[in-house]
């Protein structure tokens, strides 16, 4: 065991290059960030429910909303101040200044600030829409699919979850009973995949029509799900919400297999050469 | 400890090395080349299908090993869902691969393994890990693949999952350490006890089990250096963690080769001294990791992980990456015969010990020094896995302030963070198991505590 | 001899350096990984689609390369038919990954170089090697690419071909040396005397030229131990009069570093102090050779070979086999860092050094040998290759005598029956020439001599 | 450079094996070999003309045939002594006793001794069936070509060798002219390859049904070539007499890609899925 001598005479820049350590600018307060202040609003009492958003602090929200809601409509503190927060995170998180777990605290600020916001309201907020989701029979491997499933909910979207080791049957049940405006399925093995052509056609024998079938996961590549109807190659969990505000806004499954990069709004290296 | 130091620790020799039929040996002295290619989509669709899907693969990887010249090789399979659920399936799959590899032994001489890796089929959620109708389809599967010729018996179980996933997505170090550490090592002495028991019967070695879904998944989802979803030092510490729960297979019995993608494979050899198999620059097409040559440094068997089946210029995926496993065992065992072992295995590890901090923890100096940790705490499956993560922390904190390893503020703050929490954690195990059941079974609806006699 | 002693050279170093633009320097003391991936069948159709599938290539290495830490690499691309018969594709493919490269090397500091290698689409019997339409266009396109940003220009040139295909099918020994070594050699100069003049007016290098028509043919055709194609001492033959032909581009100013698939390059290495590409056990997706290792003994450049573009489990191919090679090259680099160069090289030689005799000739003791035989010719491009084929065959058979070269009765008569024919042959390239004349163009329909000015 | 020293420490049988030199039984000679015996004609003249095939010796081939015609009829020296010749060498070069230039040499003196038979006979015999050759467009690589068409000639078939960088169109014109009972193409790249189904669809849609397409060649892989009608998927050169044989007997491209491993007669890896 030379490596105290070693590590005294090697250059380490010939050996490796830590390009996360080398690329990070100073550090920055969230609220500073360009792309956040885009989003986040100038005026209290939406700043203040915004920015505890954004620092994951549940307390912090509940308080906030509590007080906003003595001065603006429940739905105000929603849509113009809690969403915004999320919103400023999802752009911190696609440019690698917040990691998943910033994304899962700031997810449980909002849910529990927006149960008080609710709560005055009356009603639940309407979602945007409902979306399905499932991993393929015989498949275990869940956590892209959970994923999926929290970036759907933070956005704002009605996720409904049928777990992992989904049989075929159970997940055309979903589609029929909660007409959703995308259905999600996750494998991650040659031999789990093989589910997803069978689902599309089955939906299509019974005559079910699902905008978009967003489908991902390990071994599944996009050659593969664009080899049936309705499926699109889904290449990062937090594309999920975009492409299903994209279906929302009327786009089918076969306009977001030629746009998706632009759907995404980022470089994906899958849909190279579509961009 | 098996080592007192852990410079005596190389790779191709093992405290206790283990013997196969067909006359292959790990850890005596030379190193086995590995192969491992998943069935091709829709061959799952009958078991005749998969049966010849399995022969192929065989005799694909068999052809190459003697056109190239490889003393030596071990074919794994991992099985798929129908694999393991239908014992025989399972029986008629691992059949087919013996008698190919049976044929090139008497044919050429050529030494060959097969290992049989089942499926952990058990869901928490649907009917429990244990004793639901998928555990004894496992046990069943075990039995026939023995039967059948397995070489040895190989397992990725899933105990603690369900906790573990919370802890990941939330990043919470607690919910890793009960999920990995505590929960983890219970299913494992549960499985591990049968598995050893049924193999014991046949001419068929109980291998042993990884971690994959805990500090595999922890290091996939942190990806490589741009990856956002966790941090580096927080999966180090995951893996540090999964040490203290792996090893619990050998305490049952388990002798090695334990399995390729249990990167605390290290760690245990260090405190038990059995031989491992273990992957890295050579499963580049399986899986993207940030030390590559590392994971070479004390490894009996060296794999490819499960790539697709299918043709490359080169030849089918078997061939091919039985050709790249075989050249780079041919390096190592070239090393051993010309009395260079001990410095090749430096440049290995040298080479990634500061590309990233999983490469630190996991430096075979480092990893001892985890080992000792665990061992101090004997069968207290808290405190060693505990004491574990705490000494993985230092390690690496050493290597940072020692300006060796660099750290983003984001590996450093969360390293910081979950390293204090860990210190605070209570020294009973009974007092932690109490606080983790008032907050766990409430916030995750997939974990099952019957599951673990809880 | 650039080297007066075989042990001065080694990985990652060079007599004479090559700097390229984005930084990146050859033989400069640190070994440089290159990736080279075909595109996806179907691409070839617009110049549209193969523009978008050159980007997509790149991108995908490059964020890879930033996402592991490497500090450089290399992207090759091999032309296929379109890209260089229209100048134009050829022009606007290049700088669509010179505009990839350029960004990542903006942004991270990555050093990146690229390297276009045209496709010598002149065919002997439609049209000839000299002033066609098809060799026209080849001029044409490796201006375009200088224009486009290429950090370098390589070719695969085929002269001589038509000969050495005949050889290989009868085992023609003269043959062989005349495909390769007499007409190859006189190709060479006419092609790249003329791609130097064109690269010399651009921030472009003129890298070299492999024998891949003629050595790798062989090689390929011999196969692995079972193959039953050709003699693997036959093989070896080809690949030292390979030797003679292929450094006649280093004479005529290619500065290297050579290509990859050019296994004659550590002769040529040895000759001219020049950088060099090789490739072997992370080439295995493309290639099946019997000495992985060995190539990477005096390496400055490590390649994979073209593989198809598709995803793996690990991601898509330009990124994954970037790892492959870059991890090795990681290797290398640390060998160098800690002062153990040395004994690596010989590690990887050593592995495969009798493995097979094409191992046992290109060891670079061996092969500095060869080296020596040919520069007593000096630019008698008959003799130098004559010479060695000769030196070639005295390697093998003291191999073989000392009992560490085994042979099987084939590779044993072959080599002896060639050697004596080689030894038979006049001292006088002319006679020789006018023996070949005599047979060749009679029983060979597409040897065309007026293409090699005969 | 520690070599001398390390080769005397070093177990090599640790590092690599040559397989091929253990397997190596003790040297026989060729009309020994018991596959050989079973084809090998057990009488004069014709035992004499397949041993000169047998040792490649063109001059001693035509020595013999010239004797033997002042005894036996042309056809006899043919079929019955120079072409047993080469079946046996055939087994050889299966077994991997023969290597290709043997075959190369017994190829030449058969084709040397077949003239002047055919000389005394009037006419040349008829071939067993045509079969036309070609490399793909753009593709330079015609190795694997070669070795087809020269297979094919040796094994008594009429090879039309259309050559390298082939447009298809010549090849369609050259299918047109030559009927032949079976086509083969080689390619080696993933950009040629794609004349393949371009051929194969024009030759359907001008209403010429050719019994067989072999296709092979580096970068061709089964599958790509099952994509599209008429394709079997060629793996060693020496198959394809054997697929231009059954191709004669009646077998259609379906039959062939299903029962490829019994039509070549050993086991083929590519195949391993049909055995
Ligand atoms: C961790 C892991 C496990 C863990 C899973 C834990 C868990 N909680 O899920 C465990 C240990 C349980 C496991 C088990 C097995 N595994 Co596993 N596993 C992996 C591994 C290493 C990582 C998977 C992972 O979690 N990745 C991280 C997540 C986040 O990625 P993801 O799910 O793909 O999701 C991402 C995208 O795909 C996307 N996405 C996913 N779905 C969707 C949908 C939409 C709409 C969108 C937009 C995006 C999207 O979003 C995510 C990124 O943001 C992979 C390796 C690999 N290369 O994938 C192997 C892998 C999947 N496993 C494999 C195997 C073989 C197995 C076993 C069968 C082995 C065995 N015999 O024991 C067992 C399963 C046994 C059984 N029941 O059948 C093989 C599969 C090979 C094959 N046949 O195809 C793989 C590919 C590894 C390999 N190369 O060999 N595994
Ligand atoms: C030697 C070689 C060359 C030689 C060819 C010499 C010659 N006389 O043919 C030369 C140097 C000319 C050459 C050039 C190039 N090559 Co090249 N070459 C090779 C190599 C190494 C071996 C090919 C070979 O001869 N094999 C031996 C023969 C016998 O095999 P075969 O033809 O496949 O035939 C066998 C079987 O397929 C079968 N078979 C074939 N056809 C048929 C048909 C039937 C009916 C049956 C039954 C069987 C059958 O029979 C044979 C076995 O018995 C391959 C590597 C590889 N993995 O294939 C690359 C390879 C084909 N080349 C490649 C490339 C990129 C090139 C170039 C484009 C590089 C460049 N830019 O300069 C150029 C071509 C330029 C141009 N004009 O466009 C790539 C192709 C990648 C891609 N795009 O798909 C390959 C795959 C290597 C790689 N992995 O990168 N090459
Ligand atoms: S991580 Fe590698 S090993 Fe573990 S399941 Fe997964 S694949 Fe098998
Ligand atoms: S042998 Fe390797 S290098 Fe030569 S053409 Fe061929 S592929 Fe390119
Ligand atoms: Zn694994
Ligand atoms: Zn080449
Ligand atoms: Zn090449």
Redesign the interface.
Same mark, same amino acid.
């Given at each position: 065991?030379?490596?105290s001598e070693?590590?005294k005479?090697?250059?380490? @820049?010939? +050996?490796?290059?830590?390009?996360?350590?080398?690329?990070?600018g100073p550090?920055i307060k969230p609220e500073d960030d360009p792309d956040v202040k885009k989003v986040l609003p100038k005026d209290e009492p939406f700043k203040s429910l915004a920015m505890a958003v954004i620092f994951g602090d549940t307390e912090k929200a509940v308080q906030a909303t509590k007080s906003a809601l003595d001065m603006v409509s429940p739905l105000d503190v929603i849509e113009k101040g809690l969403a915004k927060g999320m919103d400023a995170v999802s752009a911190l998180?696609a440019k690698?200044a917040?990691?998943?777990? @910033?994304i +899962?605290?700031s997810a449980d600020a909002m849910t529990a600030a927006m149960a008080v916001a609710e709560q005055k309201l009356g009603r639940a907020r309407e979602k945007k829409g409902t979306v399905v989701s499932f991993v393929a029979?015989?498949?275990?491997h869940?956590?892209g699919k959970?994923?999926v499933v929290?970036f759907l909910k933070a956005n704002g979207f009605e996720a409904v979850d049928l777990?992992?080791?989904v049989p075929d049957k159970e997940v055309i049940e979903a589609v029929k009973k909660y007409k959703p405006v995308m259905l999600t399925g996750t494998a991650l093995?040659?031999?789990? +995949?093989?589910a997803f052509p069978r689902v599309a056609k089955a939906l299509q024998e019974q005559g079910i029509s699902v905008p978009v079938f967003g489908c991902g996961g390990?071994?599944v590549?996009?050659?593969?799900v664009e080899s049936y109807d309705m499926g699109v190659y889904g290449v990062k969990a937090f594309h999920a919400p975009k492409l299903a505000e994209a279906a929302l806004a009327g786009k089918s499954w076969k306009d977001l297999r030629k746009e998706y990069p632009k759907v995404v709004g980022e470089?994906v290296?899958?849909y190279?050469?579509r961009? | 400890m098996a080592y007192k130091d852990p410079d005596d620790m190389v790779f191709g020799h093992a405290k206790f090395p283990v013997l196969e039929h067909w006359n292959v040996q790990f850890g005596a002295g030379y190193v086995v080349p590995e192969v491992k290619v998943a069935p091709e989509a829709g061959t799952e669709r009958s078991k005749e299908t998969l049966v010849k899907e399995m022969a192929s693969i065989a005799e694909q990887a068999a052809s190459r090993a003697v056109d190239i010249g490889l003393p030596a090789f071990m074919l794994e399979q991992e099985h798929v869902f129908q694999q393991t659920y239908h014992p025989d399936w399972g029986y008629a799959c691992t059949l087919a691969q013996a008698e190919v590899l049976k044929k090139y032994y008497d044919e050429y001489g050529v030494r060959a393994a097969l290992r049989q890796t089942v499926g952990d089929l058990r869901i928490e959620e649907k009917g429990g890990l244990r004793g639901s109708e998928y555990d004894n389809r496992i046990a069943e599967t075990i039995e026939e693949c023995c039967k059948a010729g397995a070489s040895d018996i190989a397992a990725e179980t899933m105990g603690g999952k369900s906790v573990l996933d919370y802890g990941v997505m939330r990043g919470d170090i607690r919910a890793i350490l009960f999920g990995i550490g505590y929960l983890g090592s219970i299913d494992m002495e549960y499985f591990w006890t049968r598995a050893v028991n049924i193999c014991s019967k046949y001419d068929t070695r109980p291998a042993g089990d990884t971690n994959c879904s805990g500090a595999n998944t922890c290091m996939y989802v942190a990806g490589g250096l741009l990856g956002k979803d966790m941090s580096h030092t927080a999966a180090a510490l995951a893996r540090a963690i999964s040490a203290a729960r792996s090893l619990v297979a050998v305490e049952c019995g388990a002798t090695g080769p334990l399995k390729d993608c249990g990167y605390e494979n290290t760690i245990i050899k260090a405190i038990t001294g059995v031989p491992i198999c273990q992957e890295g620059k050579n499963a580049v097409c399986a899986h993207a990791d940030v030390m590559g040559n590392l994971t070479c440094q004390v490894v009996d068997c060296w794999s490819n992980e499960s790539v697709f089946h299918r043709e490359e210029m080169g030849g089918p995926t078997p061939a091919v990456w039985l050709q790249a496993t075989g050249y780079e065992s041919a390096l190592m065992n070239t090393a051993i015969q010309t009395g260079n072992a001990k410095t090749l295995r430096d440049l290995y590890t040298f080479t990634d010990m500061y590309r990233d901090p999983q490469g630190t923890l996991l430096a075979y100096p480092n990893a001892f020094r985890v080992g000792k940790a665990i061992v101090e705490y004997g069968k207290d499956i808290y405190l060693r896995a505990r004491a574990a993560a705490l000494e993985a922390s230092k390690v690496m904190m050493e290597a940072y302030e020692a300006k060796l390893l660099q750290l983003t503020r984001f590996e450093l703050d969360t390293l910081r963070k979950y390293t204090s929490i860990l210190e605070s954690l209570p020294m009973e195990a009974e007092i932690f198991v109490d606080q983790c059941m008032r907050e766990y079974p409430r916030k995750i609806p997939t974990f099952d505590p019957k599951s673990y006699g809880l």
């Amino acid at each position: 065991m030379a490596f105290s001598e070693w590590a005294k005479k090697a250059d380490f @820049d010939m +050996m490796f290059k830590r390009y996360n350590v080398i690329i990070e600018g100073p550090a920055i307060k969230p609220e500073d960030d360009p792309d956040v202040k885009k989003v986040l609003p100038k005026d209290e009492p939406f700043k203040s429910l915004a920015m505890a958003v954004i620092f994951g602090d549940t307390e912090k929200a509940v308080q906030a909303t509590k007080s906003a809601l003595d001065m603006v409509s429940p739905l105000d503190v929603i849509e113009k101040g809690l969403a915004k927060g999320m919103d400023a995170v999802s752009a911190l998180y696609a440019k690698g200044a917040y990691f998943l777990p @910033d994304i +899962m605290l700031s997810a449980d600020a909002m849910t529990a600030a927006m149960a008080v916001a609710e709560q005055k309201l009356g009603r639940a907020r309407e979602k945007k829409g409902t979306v399905v989701s499932f991993v393929a029979e015989g498949d275990p491997h869940d956590i892209g699919k959970n994923l999926v499933v929290m970036f759907l909910k933070a956005n704002g979207f009605e996720a409904v979850d049928l777990g992992r080791d989904v049989p075929d049957k159970e997940v055309i049940e979903a589609v029929k009973k909660y007409k959703p405006v995308m259905l999600t399925g996750t494998a991650l093995m040659t031999t789990t +995949m093989t589910a997803f052509p069978r689902v599309a056609k089955a939906l299509q024998e019974q005559g079910i029509s699902v905008p978009v079938f967003g489908c991902g996961g390990g071994a599944v590549k996009r050659d593969f799900v664009e080899s049936y109807d309705m499926g699109v190659y889904g290449v990062k969990a937090f594309h999920a919400p975009k492409l299903a505000e994209a279906a929302l806004a009327g786009k089918s499954w076969k306009d977001l297999r030629k746009e998706y990069p632009k759907v995404v709004g980022e470089f994906v290296a899958e849909y190279a050469d579509r961009m | 400890m098996a080592y007192k130091d852990p410079d005596d620790m190389v790779f191709g020799h093992a405290k206790f090395p283990v013997l196969e039929h067909w006359n292959v040996q790990f850890g005596a002295g030379y190193v086995v080349p590995e192969v491992k290619v998943a069935p091709e989509a829709g061959t799952e669709r009958s078991k005749e299908t998969l049966v010849k899907e399995m022969a192929s693969i065989a005799e694909q990887a068999a052809s190459r090993a003697v056109d190239i010249g490889l003393p030596a090789f071990m074919l794994e399979q991992e099985h798929v869902f129908q694999q393991t659920y239908h014992p025989d399936w399972g029986y008629a799959c691992t059949l087919a691969q013996a008698e190919v590899l049976k044929k090139y032994y008497d044919e050429y001489g050529v030494r060959a393994a097969l290992r049989q890796t089942v499926g952990d089929l058990r869901i928490e959620e649907k009917g429990g890990l244990r004793g639901s109708e998928y555990d004894n389809r496992i046990a069943e599967t075990i039995e026939e693949c023995c039967k059948a010729g397995a070489s040895d018996i190989a397992a990725e179980t899933m105990g603690g999952k369900s906790v573990l996933d919370y802890g990941v997505m939330r990043g919470d170090i607690r919910a890793i350490l009960f999920g990995i550490g505590y929960l983890g090592s219970i299913d494992m002495e549960y499985f591990w006890t049968r598995a050893v028991n049924i193999c014991s019967k046949y001419d068929t070695r109980p291998a042993g089990d990884t971690n994959c879904s805990g500090a595999n998944t922890c290091m996939y989802v942190a990806g490589g250096l741009l990856g956002k979803d966790m941090s580096h030092t927080a999966a180090a510490l995951a893996r540090a963690i999964s040490a203290a729960r792996s090893l619990v297979a050998v305490e049952c019995g388990a002798t090695g080769p334990l399995k390729d993608c249990g990167y605390e494979n290290t760690i245990i050899k260090a405190i038990t001294g059995v031989p491992i198999c273990q992957e890295g620059k050579n499963a580049v097409c399986a899986h993207a990791d940030v030390m590559g040559n590392l994971t070479c440094q004390v490894v009996d068997c060296w794999s490819n992980e499960s790539v697709f089946h299918r043709e490359e210029m080169g030849g089918p995926t078997p061939a091919v990456w039985l050709q790249a496993t075989g050249y780079e065992s041919a390096l190592m065992n070239t090393a051993i015969q010309t009395g260079n072992a001990k410095t090749l295995r430096d440049l290995y590890t040298f080479t990634d010990m500061y590309r990233d901090p999983q490469g630190t923890l996991l430096a075979y100096p480092n990893a001892f020094r985890v080992g000792k940790a665990i061992v101090e705490y004997g069968k207290d499956i808290y405190l060693r896995a505990r004491a574990a993560a705490l000494e993985a922390s230092k390690v690496m904190m050493e290597a940072y302030e020692a300006k060796l390893l660099q750290l983003t503020r984001f590996e450093l703050d969360t390293l910081r963070k979950y390293t204090s929490i860990l210190e605070s954690l209570p020294m009973e195990a009974e007092i932690f198991v109490d606080q983790c059941m008032r907050e766990y079974p409430r916030k995750i609806p997939t974990f099952d505590p019957k599951s673990y006699g809880l």
